[in-house]
């Protein structure tokens, strides 16, 4: 694979990786220690609980957008005297307080990345820190510096969305080069019609099995005598579901943790925020055969 100049830069980036992993044990350490309900605000942090789907790419976008407006407010303010100062600073404060919640988001799904997306990760978190400080300055500057100031004030939440911009390029990267939190599930359909996986007596109870079927791996479970099918790719990054615990209705990736329920496929713990696709499993004439289920219209 032809490597992109951003990753070729970032691979030599050596010292981002215990800053990185720095970064995960404070973040996880931090969950931990509120225990149960570290677990809930966690889920909702990555999306998986609530949302149904990552929550940090949809929270980022309102920063930058306070930012690009509150830059050209300060712009048409410096232009035109009679127009208010205010406006900027309003859109700078806006960005801040939402960028804050960005910021923990971002950290939540940061904590399960590892390898090159890790220190992408990691550069992305850490460029989108130095722009909250710089804005941080240029609201400080504003308030109490009076209006001598408000043109280093402007200055600076220029340079700030700039390195803005910059830090978003790097999170577009990660989701869409090299993959982070996108649905591992999204290109793999299955087949219409049922096809042949087994015996019934290659299921018993209480076990998971991964079994091909048309390109794609299905965990089958057989639970109080009736088998169920899901895909085996943790939707989340990846993990092989059949490698991780089953217990009860639920399968836990041994991976990051995500549960899914074997019934409908849902996610009952993130990280994972899409849940898995549900293959439709049945016994016929000595076989077991497995085909994707049904949507309902
Ligand atoms: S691969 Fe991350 S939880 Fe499954």
Same mark, same amino acid.
Not at 57 to 67: I, R
Not at 240 to 266: A, Q, T, Y
């Given at each position: 694979?032809?490597?992109?100049?951003?990753?070729?830069?970032?691979?030599?980036?050596?010292?981002?990786?215990?800053?990185?992993?720095?970064?995960?044990?404070?973040?996880?350490?931090?969950?931990?220690?509120?225990?149960?309900? @570290?677990?809930?605000?966690?889920? $909702? #942090?990555?999306?998986?609980? /609530? +949302?149904?789907?990552? =929550?940090?790419? &949809?929270?980022?976008?309102?920063?930058?957008?306070?930012?690009?407006?509150?830059?050209?407010?300060?712009?048409?303010?410096?232009?035109?005297?009679a127009f208010p100062t205010q406006a900027g600073?309003?859109?700078?404060?806006?960005?801040?307080?939402?960028?804050?919640?960005?910021?923990?988001?971002?950290?939540?799904?940061?904590?399960?990345?590892?390898?090159?997306?890790?220190?992408?990760?990691?550069?992305?978190?850490?460029?989108?820190?130095?722009?909250?400080?710089?804005?941080?300055?240029?609201?400080?500057?504003?308030?109490?510096?009076?209006? @001598?100031?408000?043109?280093?004030? $402007? #200055?600076?939440?220029?340079? /700030? +969305?700039?390195?803005? =911009?910059?830090? &978003?390029?790097?999170?577009?990267?990660?989701?869409?080069?090299?993959?982070?939190?996108?649905?591992?599930?999204?290109?793999?359909?299955?087949?219409?019609?049922?096809?042949?996986?087994?015996?019934?007596?290659?299921?018993?109870?209480?076990?998971?099995?991964?079994?091909?079927?048309?390109?794609?791996?299905?965990?089958?479970?057989?639970?109080?005598?009736?088998?169920?099918?899901?895909?085996?790719?943790?939707?989340?990054?990846?993990?092989?579901?059949?490698?991780?615990?089953?217990?009860?209705?639920?399968?836990?990736?041994?991976?990051?943790?995500?549960?899914?329920?074997?019934?409908?496929?849902?996610?009952?713990? /993130?990280?994972?925020?899409?849940?898995?696709?549900?293959?439709?499993?049945?016994?016929?004439?000595?076989?077991?055969?497995?085909?994707?289920?049904?949507?309902?219209?």
């Open positions: 694979m032809n490597e992109t100049m951003i990753d070729r830069l970032i691979r030599h980036q050596s010292w981002l990786d215990p800053w990185g992993a720095l970064l995960q044990r404070a973040v996880g350490g931090a969950y931990s220690a509120l225990r149960a309900p @570290g677990r809930v605000l966690k889920d $909702v #942090a990555h999306g998986s609980r /609530g +949302l149904g789907h990552p =929550l940090h790419p &949809a929270l980022s976008d309102v920063p930058l957008g306070a930012w690009f407006v509150g830059v050209v407010a300060d712009i048409v303010a410096l232009a035109d005297h600073d309003l859109a700078l404060a806006v960005g801040l307080v939402v960028g804050l919640a960005a910021l923990a988001t971002g950290l939540t799904d940061h904590h399960e990345t590892y390898g090159h997306e890790l220190r992408v990760a990691t550069a992305h978190g850490s460029l989108m820190v130095v722009v909250m400080a710089v804005m941080f300055a240029s609201l400080l500057l504003r308030w109490f510096a009076g209006i @001598g100031f408000h043109g280093l004030a $402007v #200055a600076l939440a220029i340079c /700030g +969305l700039l390195l803005a =911009l910059a830090g &978003a390029y790097l999170g577009g990267h990660l989701s869409f080069g090299i993959g982070t939190a996108v649905n591992r599930n999204a290109f793999g359909e299955g087949p219409d019609e049922y096809l042949p996986v087994g015996r019934p007596e290659d299921f018993p109870e209480g076990q998971a099995r991964a079994v091909p079927v048309a390109g794609l791996a299905v965990l089958i479970v057989r639970r109080q005598g009736r088998l169920f099918g899901i895909s085996d790719t943790c939707s989340h990054a990846g993990g092989p579901l059949h490698e991780g615990e089953l217990k009860g209705d639920v399968v836990i990736c041994p991976w990051h943790g995500s549960r899914f329920c074997i019934r409908d496929g849902g996610v009952r713990r /993130g990280p994972a925020t899409f849940g898995q696709p549900v293959f439709e499993v049945r016994e016929e004439g000595g076989l077991v055969e497995v085909r994707r289920a049904r949507v309902l219209d």
